[in-house]
Structures are given as C-alpha cells and as structure tokens.
C-alpha cells in the first residue's frame, strides 16, 4: 500500500473517532422555532449530554447569536451580555443536570434572528457549541385568541360545560383565563405541551343555565403575563332550550278541579244548612189542626171565633140526639 493509502486510511479512522466523540457524545436538543409574544417571555427547552470524561468538570452556559458569537444574550458573567437583553434573560434549568432551558422576558419587537448554546468546560477552557442546535423567534405583536367550544344547546336547569383554551410559549408564567360568569369554583384549569416548547392552557366552565341565560353572551378572556398585560377574548352566544314539561297544562287543571270542589262543597253544605233550617220551621207548627170541615172548606188554623161567625153544623143527626137542632144553634145565639 502506497503512502498516500494509508494516509487515507489514517484520515478516516481519525474521523470516526471524533464522531464517535464529537458527534455521539456532544449533543444538544433545542426548539427550532417558537412564537414570542411582545411584552411577554418565551422558554426555550434545552437539553444537552457530555463525553463521559467530562461530565463530572465544571462548565458553564451561553447564548448566542448565532451569526455573531461575541452578541450572547445570556452569560452568568452580566458584564458580557448585550445591554438589550442583560436582565431579561436566565436558565432555568441545571447545568449539571444537562438542563440549558433558557427564559426570555419582557420581549422586545427586535429579539429576532437564531440564537444558540455553547457549553464551556471551565477547568479545561475547553468549550463546544452547537451550532446546528438553535432557536428562531416569531415575534408577535398581538396575542393569540382564544378558541371557545361549546358542543350543543344548554338545557334549562341542566349542568352544561363550555371550554376555553389559548396557547403560549411562557411556561413559566403561563396567561390566564376568566369568564364572564359563574364562580371560581365552578372551574377547571388544565396545561398541556401540544407541541415541544408550545402549550396550551384549558380552562373548563361547568355551570347550570336558566332560562334568562338564553341568547346571552358568554365571554372567555386570556390575559398574558408582562407589564402591559396584553388579552385577547372571545365570545360565544348561549343558546339555552326549555326543560319539557306539562305544568303549563297541569297547574291550571288542578286549580280548575280545586276550585270546583271548593265550590261544589260549599254547595252542598248551604243546601245542608237550608234543610235544617226548613225542618225546624216546620216542626214548630201546631198539631191540633181541625181536620173535618166541609166539602170544599179549607183547613186553617184554629181560632177563637165570635159566636155570630160559628158556623152551621153540618151533622145534623148528632144535634138531635142532643136534644138540639139546627134552629137552636142557629138562634140560640141571638
């Protein structure tokens, strides 16, 4: 084999030894891209490992940009960070727990551009960065809108629950959400990462409508973190339907029936007490009602007549037998 194969050969085994080293050993997981809301903050996830010989030696963290390396926006040196961002920016994490999440706050409309890691092995002043692993920022003006799910139409004096979720890049400071009704207790509140370094807040409002509640506006309102505290709402039109029932058909039967007991009852009681009424009357008339009299003679009370108005007798054999006649009843009285 010729000099020039084996240096050949030598070239490629000193390649593989430095990705073995380099390329396996030292390796960085940072965000490509993620929104960054003005006024706000932004996390930044970051994880790192090290070759073995190198994991228990100390080290350090900066930031970056990534077309100049001297402009580091975070450095635990203060004096060596650009004045925009010095006292806006920290690690979140451990170093030696391989954690290099970086926290960007208060955000300005002129953090853009790709902004990377570099690691320094402090006792060696030895440092590697990784170059490939960087994170863009989309600024943004104005925050995101929350998106409102109301599945169907509430029903009258039923539990009924609306969800309310807005995403965000702060995890730190996550925005939060309020409703224009019902009680702090009345609702749930969930986070969840749906994307690495983006998450979602889940606000969840459980509560009972009533009728006035129908075509009402339901409000949800995010509110982010910062000094000038940017929100965005979104309303949504409560739609509440009537819980079917037939009271407007019973309640007047059953007032009607009542009514017509009542009456019939009261009814039945006067006709009671005018029958009661009427007996005693009558009871008190008297009993020695004469009751012969003439043919066609109506029967009346007894009185005491004057003797010019006695009437005739009629039975005349009677008279007779008592030694009287019609002639001595008749003149007698003269």
């Known amino acids: ?17 430095s990705s073995t080293v380099f390329g396996e050993e030292w390796k960085a997981s940072v965000v490509k891209n993620l929104d960054a809301l003005v006024g706000s903050c932004v996390v930044v996830p ?19 940009r990534s077309n ?30 391989n954690n290099c999440t970086l926290e960007i706050t208060d955000i300005k409309d002129h953090d853009t551009g790709s902004f990377c890691l570099q690691i320094e092995i402090t006792s060696t002043s030895k440092d590697f960065t990784f170059a490939d692993d960087c994170v863009e920022f989309k600024i943004l003006a104005d925050p995101p809108e929350p998106i409102l799910t109301n599945p169907k139409t509430a029903i009258e004096d039923h539990p009924h629950s609306v969800a309310c979720s807005v995403t965000h890049t702060c ?44 075509h009402s506006e339901l409000t949800c309102t995010a509110t982010f973190h910062g000094e000038e505290r940017k929100s965005s709402s979104k309303t949504v039109m409560l739609y509440v339907k009537r819980t079917e029932n037939y009271n407007h ?11 017509a007991v009542v009456f019939g009852f009261f009814c039945i009681l006067m006709v009671k007490k005018y ?43 009677e008279d007779l037998d008592d030694g009287d006649d019609c002639t001595t009843h008749i003149y007698g009285n003269l």
């Open 1 to 17: 084999m010729d000099k020039e194969g084996k240096m050949m050969i030598f070239l490629l085994l000193m390649a593989a030894i």
């Open 46 to 64: 970051c994880s790192y490992t090290l070759p073995k010989e190198q994991r228990n030696l100390g080290r350090t963290g900066i930031w970056f």
């Open 68 to 97: 100049q390396r001297n402009e580091r926006i975070y450095s635990e040196d203060e004096e060596d960070v650009l004045d925009s961002f010095r006292g806006r920016t920290k690690l979140l994490g451990h170093l030696y727990q």
């Open 171 to 214: 995890t730190s400071h996550p925005p939060t959400l309020t409703w224009s009704m019902g009680k702090k207790d009345d609702i749930s509140e969930l986070h969840k990462e749906i994307k690495p370094g983006t998450w979602e807040v889940l606000s969840i409002l459980t509560f009972t409508p009533r009728e006035q509640d129908d």
């Open 249 to 259: 058909i019973i309640i007047p039967t059953v007032v009607g029936l009542g009514t």
């Open 275 to 317: 029958n009661n009424f009427l007996w005693n009357r009558l009871s008190r008339l008297p009993n020695n009602v004469n009751s012969k009299s003439c043919a066609g003679q109506k029967v009346s009370k007894p009185r005491f007549p004057s003797p010019k108005s006695q009437p005739n007798s009629c039975n005349y054999k």
